[in-house]
């Protein structure tokens, strides 16, 4: 029951039409211009509302209906402003999700039972609606690519919530750090390279690269499919990958490669453009005890290069610059970044968000503090690494104000100006446009002012 659960929630971005024999008796509750909204559409989104674990609430079809109005405009005017989304690309997000929904439900014969179809049918079912929520997150990047804040701005949104209402911001921390990674030598990754040499000599005399894959690729996620990677561009692989990968023809196999992941060779399926359909056996060298007390040993002596250094915090950011491991933030100064913060990227981190292995060396530690060299394992991977950690700084839980909380309130202070503009933007285009709501949705007080006729649909 649990995969099954996660299965519908990942599919909410998922939104699909009824089947063509079911449309045809299907009502239509609203007319966008010449874009009709079914029944069975607002059906769907509300099914998918309750498999996210709501409590049934007829109203909340006000708020759904709403949403693909919105979306059902959006797509009007990107048709006009000749916005285009390029099959490729719509292929790639289908894939995307579909690699996702697979993992969640456990393979595809799960994910098929689930469906009560095959992906091959669902696939070609979805594709009209995820191009038209691709469509419409262009239009509405397009509206709003021009909005900027300035300091004037912020501070007047700021000065306009009541004191009362002011947010309460958690503790916080700002926590740098220097990863070091296990390293192989040569002679202790050899047998993982002869291994997936192995490999693809079996392939190559003829037995079936997808029975191979589920077998003994350790990238466990594609293993399931075969080895199947789906369609993705450059930017989605690391580059030794992605050098063979766009190199190679249709049906034609790599060689034995290494990368960061370890020993791999592919077979390039299709290709489009560019993007490529791949297919892939990983072969990742096991950690030796030899090597885990080498990345202990050069971690300890980077610590005491840095304890010895006059200005401490100062050369931990050139020590993470020129020795660590992790390249998320080693050109940062080793300092962590708020994962929950994207629109503005900040180092201030409420410790409730920190990774737990962290927060226990942390709460030892006082302002710029250096931690000895401390083991860490990777929750997913069970990867271990030496890390070196510095505290920055500490920020205790307080209401908020611009000294301190510049970031957090310039992110919401453009949110709100992205939203208004959105607004006045739907403002505007409902008046333009033909738009018709059936008299059963015409009360919702959500929808007051969309309707620009005022009979009722039949």
Known sequence: MR????VIIGFVLFTTAASAQKQVLDKIVA???????LKSDLDLQYSLYLSNGNPPNEDIKCTLLQSILSQKLLNHQAQIDSIEVKNDDVDNEIDRRMRRSIQQAGGEANLEKFLNKSLVQ???EIRGEIKEGMLAERMRAKITEKINITPQEIKKFFDAIPKDSLPTFNKEVEVGQIVIDPKLSKEEKEDSRKKAQDL???FKNGEDFATLAKLYSHDLASAREGGDLGFGDRTGYVKEFSAWAFKLKAGETSPVFESDFGFHFLQVIERRGENVHARHILIMPKITEASVKRAQTKADSIYKVIMDSKGKGEYFASAANVFSD???TK???????????????????????????VALVIDTMKVGAISKAQLYTDPNTG??????YYLKSVTDAHKANLEQD???????????????VMSEWFEKKRKENYIKIDKQYQQCPQLQGWSTVTASIK
Request: proline share 6%.
């Open 3 to 6: 995969k099954i659960t996660l």
């Open 200 to 202: 693809l000599e079996r």
């Open 31 to 37: 007319t966008v211009g010449g874009n009709i909204i």
């Open 326 to 328: 992790d390249k998320e």
């Open 383 to 388: 990867k271990a690494s030496y890390r070196v």
């Open 122 to 124: 669902y696939k070609d």
């Open 406 to 420: 510049y970031p957090k309130i310039k992110a919401m202070a453009n949110s709100n100006k992205m939203n208004r």
């Open 331 to 357: 050109y940062s100064g080793g300092m962590l970044l708020n994962p929950d913060n994207v629109e503005v990227r900040t180092t201030f981190i409420p410790t409730n968000r920190l990774d737990p292995q």
